[in-house]
Every structure is written in C-alpha cells, then in structure tokens.
C-alpha cells in the first residue's frame, strides 16, 4: 500500500491522534469511584454508630460535600502519570492508584486534624475510603476501560516498525488486549517480502515514511519492534524517522529479561539495565508469606458457609472421600500432597487409563495439558467446581503449611517436569502458587512455552502490588469461568 492510499484508508476509520478523549473518561471515571469510596466510608461509619459499635454518629449523605476534593486526587494522579496510563503494567499502576490516594487522604485527614484538634468520625470515614479507594478505583478504571473499547472511543493510535516476529508480536498484543490503551494502525518495514497487511493493518514498505505520516494525519506514538538490525540500522531509522513522532517505544531482544522494575544505570556515558531477581531477597519473602497467612485466615473464615456446603455436595455426589490429594513438584523440586476437593468419580485414575486407551484425540489432548477438556470421569458438582475453582479451596492448607503460597508458578506433576526443559529448576525456585499470572491469562487454554513466559515475567517481576493485581484478576476470571475445565 502506498502512502496516498493509506491516508484514505486511515481516515476513513480513525478521527483522533491524541490521548485526550481517554484521559478525560479516565478522569472522570477516577472521581466517580472516589466518591463511591468516600461514600462507602460515610456509609459504614454510619452502620457502626447504628449498631452502638461507636459512639459517635455522622451524616451519611453528607459526603457528596467532599467533591471539592476531588481536583486534589486528580492533581496527584497526573503527577504519577496515571492519565491517560497507556500501557502501563497493570501492578505498577496498582501501586501509583494506591500510593497517591494514601497522599490525598492523608492530607485531607491531617487537615481536618489541624482544624479540629481531634480525629473524628469523618476522619475515620476517610481511613475507609482510602481502604475501599485501591480496589474501587481499579473496578471502575476497569469497567470504564472496557466500555471505550467496546464503543470505539478508547485507543490511542499507534505505528509499528517492523513486520518480523518481534512486530508482529506487538501488533498481536495490542489487539488481544484493549487496555493497553494504545491500536497498532500501521506497519513500516522495508522488506516487501513481509506482505502488504497483517492482521488487518496495513504494511508500508518504507521506514524512512514517518515524518510525512505526522505530517499529514498527525500520528504521535511510534513502536521500533525491530530488535535485529544493526546499531546503524536502528540508529538512522530513529534519526530519519522515529524522531518526528512525539512519543516512542522500543522493543529490544531481550525475551528472556521481562522485568517490569527495571532501572537505567549510567556506567561513565554506557547506560545499562538494572534488574534484581526479588524472590530470592528474604525480606520479601516473610512480606509476601504475611499476606498469604493473612488473607488465607480470612478467607477460611469468609469463606466457611460456602466449604461447608461444598463437603455436603460433595459426598452426595458420589461414593468416595471429601478431599482427594495428588502427589505435585514444589519449590526446588521437592514433592508434596496438593488438596482439592474430589471432582472426579472414586475409580478416577483406571478410567483414566481405560479412556486413553480408547480414544486417541483424548491420549493426544492429555499429552499435550495433562487434561481433557470433556472428561467422563468428573462428577456434575465438580464441573461447577473446576468451572469456578472451587474445587482447589482446600489448597489453602498446603498454603497454611508452607508448601504453597496463593500466586505463584502452577504447582506439576511429575511427568510434567520434561515440558518445562532447562527452565524447570528457575521456574520452580520458589513456592507454586495457587494462582498465577498464566491462569488469569488463560488458564488451560495456554500451553507449555506460555506457562514459561508467564511464570519467567512473574519472577522477574515480581512485588506485592503484582500478587495483589492477579488475586483481583482471579475472582474475575472465576466469575467468568473462562478457560477452566
């Protein structure tokens, strides 16, 4: 395609450049759920003094008069540049919602301190909604998100370098995932062999094109996803042509360093990438050990009516035991006995072998995952319960024990250790988890190089606001049921 034909093409279906359309549904979506918040906070102060667990009462709907407020939120959450938040990591936007509402609350509380001379009921509000405030302001950024992608008027449009794998790659990303924020529209790369399109975006054989494509539709974001040309390749390009836009991202080679926390170091004019493996620091493991036996105490205890009707249904369902275990691979290495509720019928493991026998297409499928996606042997109560995954609740044991933790790399049998290769021994160098990040992004409809890719980035990457994210990320997957069988 050539250039004059690419401008009809693009104009006939993009009529914005900038980002400011999605920075203000963003925003507006920050003050909605900031006020849900606040209001939340009023709502159970006032529940507390209702039910004399408190001595002091409040005016619920009195906090529709904290909107003054409002600017103060919107102010700190552009200096962590969260609008309009294009792809940016989901566990690092996470702690910038988190860290600068804990500096608007605490302003507006230390405020209200000064005034008063006293913490008051409305300051105990606050506390709440700066609680409620991570998870409410992730919901509704959420919700918003889907909503622009849905009508189209979310998306910031973006050029792609290069139409080899590497670029390829990024085109497939952006489009399987619409809050990346940013809609690959176009694809320079010399090579002609590379086709005329893909993926529907068209392909235009000239990377020295990009000043005259700002020129005439104004686009500001270019991606170089050309990792193999040489250092004068790369650098010409970007002086010929990158530079006319007015952001830019490169993707260099470095698959096997995905670490969301990397730092630029300067060693005398020879910058460097600066990255740490946090896993393997003792001070984040006794954090993250804490919020396991934390938010597992609680969930047995919120979670309690639901594990007793689940053991009921359970043993109604067929002759066998309440919970069946299964011998899994470790951190290290070292096995242990993982616990599920029994979702199968008691001769489970002899159907097994009479199935595969039998059926070739089911041999091949269990090869390939170590499950069968329509398996005779699962009871009805235990399809619901491998569709919601309730039936790895009793997994918070080997949680309480120390053998798991809640996110983590999936836990494997035995014969799964080959399909992991050379990456086997990093991989499971630190506790299974639970869940984890190829769960929320798949769950069994991923395969073996995925999983790896998966578990790689969350080991490199690794913090508590990333546990935190895939946690949230669990529940909606669940509800989904997506991918689970």
């Not at 409040?58 to 540049?81: E, G, H, M, Q």
């Not at 919901?139 to 889907?146: K, P, T």
């Not at 622009?148 to 794998?165: E, F, M, N, Q, R």
């Not at 390829?168 to 005329?196: F, H, M």
Request: net charge positive; glycine share 8%; proline share 4%.
């Amino acid at each position: 395609m050539q250039l004059n034909e690419y401008e009809d093409w693009y104009s006939k279906r993009y009529r914005r450049t900038s980002s400011a359309l999605t920075t203000f549904f963003i925003i507006l979506a920050d003050m909605i759920a900031i006020m849900l918040c606040i209001g939340a906070g009023f709502f159970l102060v006032k529940i507390a003094y209702l039910s004399h667990i408190i001595n002091s009462g409040i005016d619920f709907k009195s906090f529709v008069t904290y909107w003054p407020y409002l600017p103060a939120f919107i102010v700190i959450f552009s200096f962590n540049n969260l609008y309009p938040g294009a792809s940016m990591a989901p566990a690092e936007e996470l702690r910038r919602i988190s860290s600068s509402s804990l500096v608007v609350h605490t302003g507006i509380i230390l405020s209200r301190f000064i005034y008063f001379l006293k913490f008051d009921t409305v300051s105990a509000a606050l506390v709440i909604s700066f609680v409620c405030s991570t998870l409410g302001l992730l919901v509704v950024r959420s919700i918003m998100r889907s909503f622009l992608s849905a009508s189209g008027l979310g998306g910031i449009p973006a050029v792609i370098y290069g139409a080899g794998y590497t670029g390829r790659a990024v085109v497939d990303k952006l489009l399987s995932n619409k809050n990346a924020g940013y809609v690959p529209v176009l694809i320079l790369d010399d090579d002609t062999e590379k086709g005329s399109e893909y993926q529907g975006i068209p392909i235009i054989h000239d990377t020295g094109a990009g000043p005259e494509i700002v020129k005439r539709l104004n686009i500001k974001m270019a991606i170089v996803a050309m990792p193999s040309l040489s250092h004068y390749e790369t650098r010409k390009i970007f002086i010929d042509s990158v530079s006319a836009f007015r952001y830019n991202v490169m993707i260099p080679d470095i698959s096997s360093v995905t670490n969301i926390w990397m730092r630029v170091r300067d060693f005398g004019g020879i910058l460097g990438f600066a990255t740490s493996h946090r896993l393997n620091m003792f001070w984040n493991l006794w954090i993250k050990r804490f919020m396991d036996l934390s938010i597992v105490l609680f969930g047995s205890i919120i979670f309690s009516p639901v594990l007793l009707c689940l053991v009921i249904l359970v043993k109604l369902s067929s002759p066998g035991p309440v919970l069946y275990s299964q011998e899994r691979i470790g951190e290290k290495g070292k096995r242990f006995k993982a616990y599920k509720f029994r979702s199968m019928v008691a001769d489970a493991d002899a159907k097994l072998e009479q199935l595969l026998a039998q059926d070739p297409e089911a041999k091949a499928e269990w090869e390939k995952n170590q499950k069968i996606k329509n398996d005779p042997r699962v009871t009805g109560i235990g399809k619901f319960m491998r569709k919601t995954s309730l039936d790895e609740i009793p997994q918070f044991i080997n949680v309480f024990k120390g053998e798991m933790s809640l996110v983590g790399p999936r836990p494997i049998v035995e014969n799964e250790i080959e399909k992991y290769r050379d990456d086997f021994m990093r991989i499971f160098s630190v506790r299974p988890g639970l869940t984890g990040l190829w769960q929320v992004s798949g769950r069994s409809d991923t395969n073996y190089a995925d999983r790896v890719s998966f578990d790689t980035y969350y080991l490199q990457s690794w913090s508590v606001w990333l546990d935190l994210w895939i946690i949230y990320k669990t529940f909606g997957v669940i509800l989904q049921g997506r991918g689970a069988y």
